[in-house]
């Protein structure tokens, strides 16, 4: 693990290579020395890489509890959703389950692309029961968050089921390694603050009721 928060940065900027013909030299130059747009205000590009990856989460959950507030449920909150912009810092992307949640028979789908590994509990179950869907809220987001945030502060890659097995048995086990997902951020990463790693292990409670919640913003009228 690299240990500042300007590997991010210095990485980013790798990626935009240094033939694009849209990029001049002076610019380059100063995208080099560090973030200097409104996207990346406050990104802590002299503190940790810990601290790098909390700033990149905080910014991801603000987008979140823009959505949920007005009860949009992402549903599919994984690292190939979040792209980081040069200009405009970290984006979530792709809100399509949001309204169109995949079928039981999408499931072999999910796990190839990458989407199921990333769920939660109760959103793997809706795959064997569709009647759970219902129940795949913004918890879910939240605990797919943890997920992400895990991968990035550990390094350490989901360890999912083959994507040979049929889709049934593949959720099952998906499920089963739910309940045992290690979330010991510290030992991976040792500079790591205790308070990141319980914000993690917060986020991936196997009770959705026990993750973060946001208060319901809009008044339940009493109609008895």
């Given amino acids: 693990h690299p240990a ?4 991010i940065w210095d990485a980013l900027v790798e990626g935009i290579g240094s033939g694009e013909e849209s ?3 002076e610019f380059a130059a100063a995208l080099r020395a560090g973030p200097i747009s409104d996207g990346w205000r406050g990104f802590p590009v002299h503190g940790t890489f810990a601290q790098g990856v909390a700033w990149i989460g905080m910014v991801i959950a603000r987008a979140l509890a823009y959505a949920h507030d007005r009860r949009t449920y992402h549903r599919d909150v994984k690292p190939g959703n979040v ?77 999912v089921p083959d994507s040979k097995l049929p ?18 951020i510290r030992r991976h990463l040792p500079q790591a603050p205790h308070a990141l790693e ?12 026990e993750r973060y919640r946001r208060p319901d913003p809009w008044p339940i009228e009493d109609h008895q």
């Fill in 83 to 159: 792209l980081l912009t040069i200009h405009h810092g970290p984006q979530l992307l792709d809100f399509n389950l949001a309204q169109s949640p995949h079928a039981p028979r999408e499931a072999q789908t999910a796990i190839q692309g990458g989407t199921l590994p990333y769920m939660a509990p109760e959103q793997i179950e809706a795959f064997l029961n569709p009647d759970r869907w219902a129940d795949v809220g913004a918890a879910a987001d939240i605990y797919s968050l943890g997920l992400v945030l895990r991968e990035l502060l550990t390094g350490q890659a989901l360890d």
């Fill in 198 to 209: 319980a914000i993690v292990r917060k986020c991936l409670r196997h009770d959705p009721e």
């Fill in 167 to 184: 889709p049934p048995r593949a959720l099952r086990e998906l499920l089963d390694r739910r309940l045992v997902l290690p979330v010991e």
């Fill in 4 to 7: 500042s928060a300007s590997a």
């Fill in 23 to 25: 990029i001049d030299a």
